[in-house]
């Protein structure tokens, strides 16, 4: 689309131009005519005509000037359109961009910007393992840009529910913005691993956030075991009541019930072949049953622990870490 503009644009320009420029020399032929030269009576009348020719010649000529050719292609030219496109969250294709630039202008001065840009892109669109998998660190030549997207990669592993290692979250560098930005980071990991109680480096910023610290406790106690879960299952239905999903417990608890009754009944009745059947599903059931109020505990927690990233990511400010890098690091403006 843009070049197409671009090309619609020069035509135009071209024709305005000949159009001009056929203008100048009907002027130039009506004012020099052998025949209206013999018709002037005097001189006077001609030198006027002249003068005329020259005042039109001086106000059209401008736009004839040569003008620097605008190329869609240039660096500078992508890199504008790649913030127009982030700026309507066209996050795809502003990587496409990103990757034209690096292969087009490799060694750019803007390359370390690029790089940190390209992280943000695909963590906004939702890619967080490639986010995870982008290239060595060792590709940035500004260690304040591979901080900041280091912090991507942090908050990536808390999207897919990843724990972040202590020497991961660790900054060593004299920025304080992106200090203080890990620092918000070990909280949310102390957060989701309760290590609240014993969190002593970081009970400063602990104090800043009093609420976090209530929040932790609802989710303390709102987060289930899965292990209990199975264990309660071994009472059918047990598994899923404890998760929350009464409705699928008693399902459960019927259906093993009926099929333990038929079980014992084709046995009593004589008939081994649909005892053994019947019993080899109940037994399936009974199985999956144990293991679905184990996976309904997981998926709970899953549940909960995004709920709560989306609080904290909120009250510590974590989205506006990110928009900061962007601006700090990135082409973001």
């Avoid at 644009?9 to 025949?35: G, Y």
């Avoid at 605008?70 to 990587?95: C, Q, V, W």
């Avoid at 590709?139 to 990669?153: E, S, Y």
């Avoid at 972040?164 to 990991?189: C, H, P, T, V």
Wanted: glycine share 8%; proline share 3%; charged share 20%.
């Amino acid at each position: 689309m843009p070049w197409a503009l671009f090309t619609a644009h020069n035509i135009f320009k071209t024709a305005l131009r000949f159009f001009q420029l056929i203008t100048i020399l009907e002027i130039i032929v009506k004012t020099f005519s052998l025949d209206s030269f013999h018709k002037k009576k005097n001189s006077s009348s001609l030198v006027f005509q002249f003068m005329a020719m020259c005042l039109a010649c001086l106000v059209v000529s401008p736009s004839l000037k040569a003008k620097p050719v605008h190329d869609p292609m240039s660096f500078h030219s992508i890199l504008s359109f790649t913030r127009f496109l982030i700026n309507k969250g066209e996050y795809y294709r502003a990587n496409v961009e990103i990757d034209r630039m690096l292969s087009y202008f490799p060694g750019n001065d803007f390359e370390d910007k690029l790089r940190l840009t390209q992280i943000y892109v695909l963590y906004g669109g939702g890619q967080f393992n490639d986010v995870l998998g982008y290239k060595n660190d060792n590709v940035f030549l500004d260690r304040p840009t591979m901080a900041g997207a280091k912090i991507f990669k942090i908050d990536s592993m808390f999207k897919l529910n990843l724990k972040a290692g202590q020497d991961f979250l660790n900054y060593s560098g004299d920025n304080s913005f992106l200090f203080s930005a890990f620092k918000r980071r070990e909280i949310m990991n102390e957060f989701f691993n309760f290590k609240v109680k014993d969190s002593i480096d970081n009970k400063e910023y602990w104090e800043r956030y009093p609420g976090i610290l209530q929040h932790r406790e609802e989710y303390a106690s709102d987060t289930l075991s899965p292990p209990l879960a199975a264990l309660l299952g071994i009472f059918p239905g047990g598994g899923y009541w404890y998760s929350g999903r009464g409705g699928t417990g008693t399902v459960a608890f019927v259906t093993i019930a009926l099929g333990s009754f038929m079980t014992y009944g084709f046995h009593e009745e004589g008939s081994p072949l649909m005892s053994v059947l019947s019993g080899l599903i109940t037994t399936l059931f009974y199985g999956g049953s144990i293991l679905g109020g184990y996976l309904e505990a997981e998926k709970k927690n899953d549940s909960l622990k995004r709920k709560y990233f989306h609080i904290l990511d909120r009250e510590l400010g974590l989205e506006s870490d990110r928009e900061k890098i962007f601006v700090k690091f990135g082409i973001g403006l």
